[in-house]
């Protein structure tokens, strides 16, 4: 399981690259998966008055619900983000993109909003791309650069450069 | 990990018998897990909206998002419920109740809500104890019964009886 994080401040456009490269390589036929941190201290959102919200509320600390091709797990413990990857090992993915946790060491995709991210350039480790809306502000940087304001454009090229990551 | 099954037809009361059983067993300070089919061959509720419903959206396998307390996995794959059960496995608990997949083969508390409902006493294995609507229907039978009528009176007795099971 080949492991990226789209890494970058609050709406620096994290979602929407995960997104996008989430369907361009599930279209190419990779198993994929994808974590995301949720943000401001808060709890993943749950459909509520569904019977599995109420295992959970109940005080399930493992509550599932399996439908005719879905499985969803509301797991109530406490997770590094190192065990919860053991997890997601256990699927058979081919990759898995993680979108925040950036101080965690694994290839980084880091997206650029504005002059003052840059210092995410010297502070996170493993950093294989860089996603910018002002390619000015990262030219003759040493990282291949990927311009944001045209992502939908720009997204085969970013996953063509982590599949040639990946493959060595 | 002990396993028991709650199950019964369609509106027999399965899922107030698990909530209450994981009320009880969780208050008791066991570590109980949940899982539940979803009826009508469909799919469990999600949270729509949210960006964990968009990697799902874009194709992901398996979406994850880690909040604080909790964390919730979307599984887009076909599991056979050991296998499920192996995943749970996973997850250090004391208790697993499976709400539903009456023909499985772990121990099992019944519920008979009418006449007609009598013929689950024969097809279904490894039963352990019966709830029931109406007492004279199942009395005479070789079973521990509990009356669904009192449920919050009689769910302490019910999970006794779990416990004298699984202490052996």
Same mark, same amino acid.
């Given at each position: !399981?080949?492991?990226?994080?789209? %890494?970058?401040?609050?709406?620096? *456009? &994290?979602?929407?690259?995960?997104?996008? #490269? =989430?369907?361009?390589?599930?279209?190419?036929?990779?198993?994929?998966?994808?974590?995301?941190?949720?943000?401001?201290?808060?709890?993943?959102?749950?459909?509520?008055?569904?019977?599995?919200?109420?295992?959970?509320?109940?005080?399930?600390?493992?509550?599932?619900?399996?439908?005719?091709?879905?499985?969803?797990?509301?797991?109530? !413990?406490?997770?590094?983000?190192? %065990?919860?990857?053991?997890?997601? *090992? &256990?699927?058979?993915?081919?990759?898995? #993109? =993680?979108?925040?946790?950036?101080?965690?060491?694994?290839?980084?995709?880091?997206?650029?909003?504005?002059?003052?991210?840059?210092?995410?350039?010297?502070?996170?480790?493993?950093?294989?791309?860089?996603?910018?809306?002002?390619?000015?502000?990262?030219?003759?940087?040493?990282?291949?650069?990927?311009?944001?304001?045209?992502?939908?454009?720009?997204?085969?090229?970013? %996953?063509?450069?982590?599949?040639?990551?990946?493959?060595?």
């Amino acid at each position: !399981m080949e492991i990226y994080q789209i %890494a970058g401040y609050k709406n620096s *456009g &994290k979602t929407a690259v995960t997104n996008q #490269l =989430i369907r361009y390589f599930s279209a190419e036929g990779f198993k994929v998966g994808s974590l995301k941190h949720h943000g401001h201290g808060g709890e993943p959102d749950m459909a509520e008055r569904t019977d599995s919200y109420q295992h959970f509320e109940s005080g399930s600390v493992v509550s599932g619900v399996q439908g005719e091709k879905l499985t969803q797990l509301t797991l109530r !413990m406490p997770f590094g983000l190192e %065990a919860l990857i053991q997890l997601y *090992g &256990k699927f058979s993915l081919d990759l898995l #993109l =993680i979108e925040g946790y950036k101080q965690a060491d694994y290839r980084k995709i880091v997206l650029i909003k504005n002059e003052a991210d840059l210092s995410l350039l010297q502070e996170l480790s493993n950093i294989i791309a860089v996603g910018t809306w002002d390619v000015k502000l990262v030219e003759n940087r040493n990282y291949p650069i990927f311009d944001m304001n045209h992502l939908q454009d720009n997204i085969s090229a970013l %996953a063509d450069h982590i599949r040639r990551d990946f493959d060595g």
